[in-house]
């Protein structure tokens, strides 16, 4: 039997102390001796890196001096993980709860086909596992429509069949470590989210196949990191990088109006849900897009994909 790509697992932190508590030794038993992980922290304030020393001093830490967020945090691990001889490497939020067999898992689908670049697992909701967060990526260019499949669906409905998927969750990456360097990475162009998306489609586009698979479960606490699911902060950046996305990969005439219908979805749910604050966020994201000088906004008007860091939204206190 052909032997298991080694898997090099790169845990992201931000003043992520109590959800490493229960993320960590769960992965260092799933890694076993076969895979193995590190930990990134982006420039935290609340003890992390010293409770990692403490508690884990297995893993390898690399401690940032500054907050380099989604893209740029899991891009320093990722090289670490490649400089360490990792076949696919792993980017794994630390609010999940990886189960037994995860890892292995995912090493597996690699060995069906070299054309597959990128794996991601189930990943079910923290708080009521029989529930399905993630069952796979969906995701038209010529409509502009991305979402996750079998989104709050049960897991006995087997709603989310394995197989090839429009993308993966950046919530638990994995990939070849030659696609990854052939890609460049991450692009931290985005200030957050999108990222995850955008590289599974460059993957694609360059001939790879992006895999879904059921067999690996991994628990996951929904947007723990930014205040929670319709929180002002995500409300802001998730309208902000749909666009970004789309202005790269959209294709024909119709994709931004598909990208507006979600922007009004969301609008509309936060209004019901209460949440005046991440409603405002979502009218704010379209201000700011339509801006003069947006980095986003081409002269005529046009919406573009860009170098947008949307430096005045920094990340949660």
Not at 12 to 19: A, D, P, T
Not at 97 to 106: K, N, Q, T
Not at 210 to 223: D, K
Request: overall charge negative; hydrophobic content about 40%; aromatic content about 8%.
């Amino acid at each position: 039997m052909e032997e298991l790509p080694r898997l090099g697992v790169v845990v992201l932190n931000w003043n992520g102390r109590s959800h490493l508590e229960s993320c960590l030794p769960g992965l260092v038993r799933a890694c076993g001796s076969r895979h193995f992980a590190l930990v990134v922290d982006n420039d935290s304030r609340d003890g992390s890196a010293d409770w990692i020393r403490e508690h884990h001093p297995e893993l390898e830490l690399l401690v940032l001096s500054e907050n380099r967020r989604f893209a740029g945090g899991n891009n320093a691990g990722v090289q670490r993980a490649l400089e360490r001889g990792a076949d696919v490497v792993v980017c794994l939020n630390n609010d999940t709860r990886v189960e037994e067999g995860l890892l292995d898992a995912l090493a597996e689908v690699f060995l069906r086909d070299d054309s597959i670049a990128v794996v991601g697992p189930r990943i079910v909701y923290a708080d009521a596992p029989e529930k399905i967060w993630f069952g796979g990526g969906e995701g038209n260019p010529a409509t502009g429509w991305v979402s996750h499949r079998a989104l709050r669906s049960s897991t006995a409905k087997g709603s989310d069949p394995e197989g090839d998927t429009a993308w993966i969750t950046g919530c638990c990456l994995a990939v070849r470590a030659e696609v990854w360097e052939a890609l460049g990475g991450l692009d931290e162009t985005f200030y957050i989210y999108s990222e995850d998306v955008d590289f599974c489609l460059r993957a694609r586009k360059m001939g790879g196949r992006v895999f879904y698979t059921p067999r690996g479960r991994l628990r996951h606490a929904v947007s723990s990191s930014v205040g929670g699911q319709d929180s002002p902060f995500k409300a802001y950046h998730r309208t902000r990088s749909r666009w970004q996305l789309l202005g790269r990969h959209g294709e024909g005439v119709l994709w931004p109006a598909g990208v507006l219908v979600q922007d009004l979805f969301l609008l509309s749910r936060c209004l019901l849900r209460g949440r005046f604050g991440a409603a405002m966020a979502v009218a704010e994201a379209w201000w700011d897009l339509m801006s003069p000088g947006n980095p986003l906004r081409h002269p005529a008007g046009e919406l573009l994909s860009g170098a947008g860091t949307c430096a005045t939204k920094a990340p949660p206190p």
